[in-house]
């Protein structure tokens, strides 16, 4: 679960489909498909309903053990962001069933690019570029596939046989320990804030997602919408925690608020009294300071190997 991404909402998608319904000429009689034709997902899946789709979208889905590893890549590297059920996670990651991006992607080239230079999409956790390998990308590309060709229509819900919760308790508790000593006890301390740490989740993949994302309070469940710990009691609802931004203006007045939006141009940020204010910005005026309380988070989402996230999950889950 190294970070989190991959996209976005498909309305163009909704249109084009309209286009080419109006434009298709009469389907011929069902026979074998001509040599070289795109193969079909299996029957009653695929993009729209009853594997019907648009021939742009149509591709032959990969060697199943390229899609069981694209599977685990996905759960370490993805779920958290976008979800066990791929329609979106416990960091906002977008719904990937209904993103444009991936329903065009044919073999990984298109989302290799995104998670190998990041992606800013507006109302959104920034997504950083991740370290992932071509080919584990175009593995969890498979797997996305895969799933979104059984779908029972565009952007509907996954197939029922969906894959159990992963085994993710495979790390050195010790070696957690002293990663978590170096890189965490200067926020955390495991007989402060972290005290019980685990016995306020139902799983593993729940205390993993939670210190991934930074949610040492409380979760939503067994590993975002559609985790499947629903029969293990819920975690406390978790209160995201604002960045906020305080902007100082040529004449010395300091505005603060929670920061609902910043790029080259432009600051916006929602007063105590819900007010909004926005800024335009020239370079380094007015002066913006932000305080980002998942700062820590996110840089070590840059940091973290497989092995590091496994072994302070087996530590954390001995916070009873």
Same mark, same amino acid.
């Given at each position: 679960?190294?970070?989190?991404?991959?996209?976005?909402?498909?309305?163009?998608?909704?249109?084009?489909?309209? =286009?080419? /319904?109006?434009?298709?000429?009469?389907?011929?009689?069902?026979?074998?498909?001509?040599?070289?034709?795109?193969?079909?997902?299996?029957?009653?899946?695929?993009?729209? &309903?009853?594997?019907?789709?648009?021939? !742009?979208?149509?591709?032959?889905?990969?060697?199943?053990?390229?899609?069981? &590893?694209?599977?685990?890549?996905?759960?370490?590297?993805?779920?958290?962001?976008?979800?066990?059920?791929?329609? *979106?996670?416990?960091?906002?990651?977008?719904?990937?069933?209904?993103?444009? =991006?991936?329903?065009?992607?044919?073999?990984?080239?298109?989302?290799?690019?995104?998670?190998?230079?990041?992606?800013?999409?507006?109302?959104?956790?920034?997504?950083?570029?991740?370290? $992932?390998?071509? #080919?584990?990308?175009?593995?969890?590309?498979?797997?996305?596939?895969?799933?979104?060709?059984?779908? #029972?229509?565009?952007?509907?819900?996954?197939?029922?046989?969906?894959?159990?919760?992963?085994?993710?308790?495979? *790390?050195?508790? #010790?070696?957690?320990?002293?990663? @978590?000593?170096?890189?965490?006890?200067?926020?955390?301390?495991?007989? *402060?804030?972290?005290?019980?740490?685990? /016995?306020?989740?139902?799983?593993?993949? #729940?205390?993993?997602?939670? @210190?991934?994302? +930074?949610?040492? +309070?409380?979760?939503?469940? +067994?590993? *975002?919408?559609?985790?499947?710990?629903? !029969?293990?009691?819920?975690?406390?609802?978790?209160?995201?925690?604002?960045?906020?931004?305080?902007?100082?203006?040529?004449?010395?007045?300091?505005?603060?608020?929670?920061?609902?939006?910043?790029?080259?141009?432009?600051?916006?940020? %929602?007063?105590?009294?819900? %007010?909004?204010?926005? @800024? /335009? &910005?020239?370079?380094?005026?007015?002066?913006?300071?932000?305080?980002?309380? $998942?700062?820590?988070?996110?840089?070590?989402?840059?940091?973290?190997?497989?092995?590091?996230?496994?072994?302070?999950?087996?530590?954390?889950?001995? =916070?009873?």
């Amino acid at each position: 679960m190294r970070q989190s991404v991959i996209l976005g909402a498909a309305a163009g998608v909704l249109l084009s489909s309209i =286009l080419i /319904s109006a434009q298709a000429p009469a389907q011929p009689p069902a026979g074998p498909p001509p040599a070289g034709a795109p193969a079909q997902g299996p029957p009653g899946g695929g993009r729209g &309903r009853g594997g019907q789709g648009f021939p !742009a979208q149509q591709r032959k889905l990969a060697d199943p053990a390229v899609i069981e &590893r694209g599977n685990t890549l996905y759960g370490i590297n993805c779920r958290l962001c976008h979800g066990a059920d791929l329609r *979106g996670g416990d960091m906002g990651g977008v719904n990937l069933l209904r993103s444009p =991006l991936v329903l065009n992607d044919q073999d990984g080239e298109a989302i290799y690019q995104v998670v190998h230079n990041g992606k800013q999409t507006e109302g959104l956790p920034p997504m950083p570029p991740l370290p $992932l390998p071509e #080919a584990d990308v175009k593995a969890v590309a498979a797997y996305i596939h895969s799933v979104a060709a059984r779908m #029972a229509g565009q952007g509907g819900p996954p197939p029922k046989d969906a894959p159990p919760e992963l085994n993710i308790l495979v *790390g050195d508790a #010790a070696a957690g320990k002293r990663y @978590f000593d170096a890189n965490c006890a200067s926020c955390h301390s495991a007989t *402060g804030d972290l005290a019980g740490l685990a /016995s306020r989740y139902p799983t593993a993949m #729940a205390v993993q997602n939670a @210190f991934v994302a +930074g949610g040492g +309070g409380g979760g939503r469940g +067994g590993g *975002g919408r559609g985790g499947r710990g629903a !029969a293990a009691p819920a975690e406390p609802a978790r209160t995201p925690r604002a960045t906020t931004v305080v902007v100082t203006t040529a004449d010395g007045q300091k505005v603060e608020g929670r920061l609902d939006r910043i790029d080259d141009f432009l600051v916006t940020l %929602t007063l105590a009294d819900g %007010t909004q204010r926005t @800024f /335009s &910005r020239s370079g380094n005026s007015p002066a913006v300071q932000i305080n980002d309380p $998942l700062a820590g988070h996110r840089d070590l989402l840059r940091k973290y190997t497989d092995k590091d996230i496994h072994d302070v999950t087996a530590y954390l889950v001995t =916070l009873k």
